[in-house]
């Protein structure tokens, strides 16, 4: 990965102090994962730029990894696009300047100089939106492009990654940290395990800007990998630098109790369904990084807890978030998880009495969504099945969405109430179960509500064709 970093200070060669790298000279720094390398492609008293090359080796980057050897350890982007480790790099080679001290130029640490700061290739998940959304907020001008797949097939339209130039009037270290804490926000990934010091770091990193952030639940939650225990902390730890109201008299009147985030709504109403259900044996089907699984090993009433995902690197992530290795001997025999393509017949997955598909077939392409209903409904036959998918009609709300869009990158559809009563019917009718459509989260009276829920139960014997009514209740959050 390649960041330049340009002023026009003058003179502008002041650089080299402020980051304590001399400009005639090419500096390099041995990483556990690659080498960066510090060098200065202009120096003149009017315009100077430092460059930061760093060239990741995927063979110490897996060889600090403490789990298994998996191919994905190697053939991935991380030596292109690798953000977390850019924002690590930043620290250790401009670690004397992201502290604001310069023995040699002391007033000018303290001073606010023109600055321009490019990234040529960065995974931004979001885009330029959320990276304008991002930056904005602290005197920066956003300017950039989004990056095609291939710029010789135009058609095969736009990638993750954005050109990223931003323009601005600030200290240098005021930069240099607002580049570590938000460079893996937009990536939206880090490239190691999230341990609690991270909290520190960001809290060290954030100090005199990010308490009074517009998208500050945003930048902690990404930051810390959305693990939700870390994001408390962390926002509990900023709450005392926020003002607090000039008049008392604004804080009176009746608490009002702060909305939970849909993900947890959709959870809560996964939970309450499946215990309707009397399930005691349950596969949380396209698990991911096991966030219900977490919910589903704290009822003792599921004996049997099965978490199933195509991806391996996503389980491995379930596995440290659960912490497997540390449960005791009868908790850990609760819980297994393996690896399966939900598309097709997998004889691990028969027999129980129920399965979560939680925002899972709008992956799918619609094409290959018979293939999943056939090894699902047709083969592992549980006694029911619970599905829950987003709303299309509802996108309307989300004012940052754009007409047309979907909520995710990866969905490759999203249904109105509509088209999903009309899956439903079909699927009931062709493997023989009854289904329940239900609301999850709060319903707009115009375009329903963000999330869709069907729970289908096994009828014995099948009777194809005949459903029940459709009964259309809201779940309690």
Same mark, same amino acid.
């Given at each position: 990965m390649l960041l330049t970093l340009s002023t026009t200070h003058s003179p502008a060669t002041d650089l080299g102090f402020l980051l304590v790298k001399h400009?005639?000279?090419?500096?390099?720094?041995?990483?556990?994962?690659?080498?960066?390398?510090? !060098?200065?492609?202009?120096?003149?008293?009017?315009?100077? $730029? =430092? @460059?930061?090359?760093?060239?990741? &080796?995927?063979?110490? +980057? #897996?060889?600090?990894?403490?789990?298994?050897?998996?191919?994905?350890?190697?053939?991935?982007?991380?030596?292109?696009?690798?953000?977390?480790? !850019?924002?690590?790099?930043?620290?250790?080679?401009?670690? $004397? =300047? @992201?502290?604001?001290?310069?023995? &040699?130029?002391?007033? +000018? #640490?303290?001073?606010?100089?023109?600055?321009?700061?490019?990234?040529?290739?960065?995974?931004?998940?979001?885009?330029?939106?959320?990276?304008?959304?991002?930056?904005?907020?602290?005197?920066?001008?956003?300017?950039?492009?989004?990056?095609?797949?291939?710029?010789?097939?135009?058609?095969?339209?736009?990638?993750?990654?954005?050109?990223?130039?931003?323009?601005?009037?600030?200290?240098?270290?005021?930069?240099?940290n607002h580049l570590y804490v938000l460079l893996p926000v937009l990536d939206d990934a880090k490239h190691y395990w999230v341990a609690p010091d991270e909290i520190e770091k960001l809290l060290r990193a954030g100090e005199g800007w990010l308490a009074g952030h517009p998208e500050r639940a945003l930048i902690i939650r990404r930051y810390l990998a959305h693990s939700r225990a870390l994001a408390a902390k962390a926002d509990a730890a900023l709450a005392p630098l926020e003002e607090a109201p000039a008049d008392d008299s604004v804080a009176e009147g009746p608490a009002v109790e702060k909305a939970k985030p849909l993900n947890v709504r959709r959870r809560a109403a996964v939970m309450a369904t499946l215990a309707e259900t009397g399930a005691t044996r349950v596969l949380d089907l396209g698990c991911g990084g096991g966030a219900l699984l977490g919910d589903l090993i704290r009822e003792k009433r599921y004996t049997e807890i099965v978490g199933a995902d195509v991806s391996p690197k996503v389980l491995e992530i379930a596995e440290r978030r659960l912490r497997l290795n540390r449960l005791p001997d009868r908790q850990r025999a609760r819980i297994k998880l393996v690896q399966s393509a939900l598309t097709y017949v997998d004889e691990r997955l028969r027999g129980y009495d129920a399965a979560v598909l939680m925002e899972v077939i709008e992956h799918l392409d619609l094409p290959r969504l018979p293939a999943l209903c056939a090894a699902v409904f047709g083969d592992a036959k549980p006694g029911a099945v619970v599905v829950t998918t987003p709303n299309v009609e509802y996108n309307v709300r989300y004012e940052t969405l754009p007409e047309g869009g979907h909520r995710h990158d990866d969905h490759r559809f999203e249904w109105t109430r509509a088209e999903f009563a009309a899956w439903c019917e079909q699927v009931a009718a062709e493997y023989g179960y009854t289904y329940t459509l239900r609301d999850v989260g709060d319903t707009d009276p115009?375009?329903?509500?963000?999330?869709?829920?069907?729970?289908?139960?096994?009828?014995?014997?099948?009777?194809a064709g005949i459903t029940e009514t459709i009964a259309t209740e809201e779940v309690p959050a």
């Open positions: 400009p005639d000279r090419v500096h390099s720094f041995e990483l556990s994962h690659g080498t960066a390398t510090v !060098l200065y492609p202009e120096a003149s008293e009017q315009r100077c $730029t =430092a @460059a930061l090359l760093l060239e990741i &080796d995927p063979q110490r +980057l #897996a060889d600090t990894r403490a789990d298994g050897q998996q191919l994905n350890q190697y053939v991935n982007d991380r030596p292109y696009a690798a953000s977390s480790l !850019l924002a690590a790099a930043l620290n250790r080679v401009f670690r $004397t =300047a @992201a502290r604001g001290v310069s023995k &040699d130029r002391p007033e +000018l #640490a303290a001073t606010a100089i023109p600055l321009s700061i490019r990234v040529p290739s960065l995974r931004a998940k979001g885009g330029l939106k959320l990276a304008e959304r991002l930056f904005a907020p602290l005197g920066w001008t956003v300017r950039g492009e989004v990056l095609p797949l291939d710029p010789a097939f135009p058609e095969w339209g736009d990638s993750r990654y954005v050109d990223l130039t931003l323009d601005g009037e600030l200290r240098l270290a005021d930069a240099l115009e375009v329903g509500p963000p999330t869709q829920l069907a729970l289908f139960i096994k009828t014995e014997p099948h009777q």
